[in-house]
């Protein structure tokens, strides 16, 4: 596609249940990102994937959090048991090799009640 | 670890002035992001800088790194309202993964 596309752009959800947070990259662009931003902060990395390769998961707080991509397209974050601490905007982005091209898409606000 | 500092952390200038908005950052990095974000929106590309020495201009935005310093500058010129903004800059460490610093929140006033 033209650019970054996540879904959903806001989610409400009850503490203690599970969510999926969708990201379909730039079309050709083989590395993904995930990234969290909490409100009036910068961005944390969460995970990284690059092509087929064992995706580097160093920034996942918790084994709540956990991501797939299959292949080189859609990938999932998904939370398991929801805190109010990971209430925050869940940004993915895309990039080619390189890391050309490093497009950040428009977000999933999460909020944790 | 690498560790990204930015200040000012909040800047309020008038149109018409210039200003720089500095990035330190504490370990050896391949390239360094410039991003803009307005509020409730994602992050905008401005810059990308690869190498020493490496200057980059669009409009009145002027981005500058030193790697042997570890600084990265982005220098505004004669302001303007719609520069209004949080400006982050984000250098890359291992497999392109970004390190970014807390942003810049720039108001421009008339």
């Known amino acids: 596609g033209a650019g970054v596309s996540q879904s959903p752009s806001n989610k409400v959800t009850e503490k203690g249940k599970d969510v999926e947070l969708r990201c379909d990259p730039i079309s050709g662009h083989t590395a993904l990102y995930w990234y969290r931003q909490r409100l009036g902060q910068g961005l944390e990395f969460l995970i990284y994937f690059q092509g087929n390769s064992a995706p580097d998961k160093s920034g996942l707080p918790s084994d709540r959090f956990s991501a797939e991509r299959t292949g080189e397209s859609v990938s999932t974050l998904t939370i398991q048991r929801t805190q109010q601490e990971d209430s925050a905007v869940y940004l993915c982005?895309?990039?080619?090799?390189?890391?050309?091209?490093?497009?950040f898409g428009s977000g999933t606000r999460l909020t944790v009640v | 670890e690498l560790k990204v500092e930015q200040n000012p952390l909040f800047l309020s200038m008038q149109e018409g002035k210039n200003y720089t908005i500095y990035c330190n950052y504490s370990t050896t990095s391949d390239r360094l992001y410039w991003y803009r974000q307005d509020p409730g929106k994602s992050l905008e590309s401005l810059f990308v800088?690869?190498?020493?020495?490496a200057v980059k201009q669009e409009g009145r935005l002027m981005a500058s790194l030193d790697t042997k310093a570890r600084l990265s500058t982005l220098h505004i010129t004669a302001a303007v309202h719609d520069l209004s903004a949080t400006y982050f800059c984000a250098p890359s460490l291992r497999s392109y993964q970004l390190t970014f610093g807390k942003g810049t929140k720039l108001s421009v006033i008339p």
């Open positions: 800088l690869l190498s020493n020495g």
């Open positions: 982005a895309s990039s080619g090799r390189g890391g050309y091209g490093y497009t």
